[in-house]
Structure formats: C-alpha cells, structure tokens
C-alpha cells in the first residue's frame, strides 16, 4: 500500500472522513475536541496510540529479536527497527498498516 492508501484506510477504520489538500500533500479530517486536524498517524505517536486503542490492538515487543509486532482477529503485521530511535517509527508504522488492513474491509 502505499503512504496515502494507509492514511485513507487507517482514518476510515477510525470513523473520519479525511480531505487531501493538495498544495501541503496532507489528509484533514475534523476532530471534535480539537478542530481540524492534519491525520498523520506514520509520523504522530499521539494520533497512531489513539488508533490502537480504539482498534484494541495488540502490540507485542520483541526486543531481543528488535521487532514489534501488532495484530488483531486475523490482522497483523511485524516491522523491524535497526536502532532504539527507530522504534516509535516501528511501532507508529505497524499499528498504522494493521489499522489499514482493518479500515480495508469496512464498507
């Protein structure tokens, strides 16, 4: 998939309804506490541990083996990190596709 596939399935999952402004190559959606919010759960760690609470995934580390994985009823994806300040990357990119996966199947 690529990055705006991820974007588009993850918030679908969520319930938002994103809108791409192409002149900062960003996805918005509507956030009822806060306003209008750029949806950037690869680079957020806020915004990727809101999805997989509200996903109720499970992240499981693997720290000897440096690699998280994160699954849910059948989904499920396992990314590696190279160094201790990869790891929220890691993490972030797993929870997102795992949500993507997740948003794939919604109508």
Known sequence: MTEHEL?????KAMG????????????YYDDPESGREQWQPLSDEGQAIRLAAHLQLNILWFTNLQYVMVERNGFGEKIGWTDKADRGGALRQAITIVAA???S???
Do not use: H, N, V, W
């Open 7 to 11: 974007l588009k399935l993850s918030a």
């Open 16 to 27: 938002f309804e994103l809108e791409y402004r192409r002149g900062s190559d960003a996805f």
């Open 101 to 103: 996966q997740i948003g």
């Open 105 to 107: 199947t919604l109508p």
